[in-house]
């Protein structure tokens, strides 16, 4: 599936709500929660992370992964959280105004004026 514009940096920053995680337990977290609807390659999720840090909205810090590999961990900081609440609300009017859009006259019509 492929992702609409502005989405990528929110579900990043709510994989990351509840606990740190590398990049590849951002992806996998994604995959799971999504049915394997959102399917990151490295090369998507790595510079978005970048990204994230360079903003202040995501802090980082080396340490081993499950396999013991050198791994960055990533967790939300105080102004991703605030970030993430922002967007959230902003998405849920999205979807809310788009499903009154797209159900307009499947239940019955207005009639014309």
Do not use: C
């Amino acid at each position: 599936m492929d992702l609409l514009p502005g989405t990528l940096d929110l579900l990043i920053l709510r994989a990351l709500r509840w606990e740190p995680t590398h990049g590849h337990g951002v992806a996998v977290w994604l995959r799971l929660v999504t049915d394997g609807q959102v399917d990151l390659p490295e090369g998507t999720l790595r510079p978005a992370l970048q990204r994230l840090e360079k903003q202040g909205l995501i802090s980082g810090e080396w340490g081993p992964s499950e396999k013991n590999r050198r791994a960055r961990h990533f967790q939300l900081t105080s102004l991703g959280r605030q970030r993430f609440r922002e967007e959230a609300d902003r998405w849920g009017k999205y979807v809310e105004v788009m499903d009154r859009v797209l159900g307009y006259g499947a239940t019955g019509s207005i009639r014309s004026r």
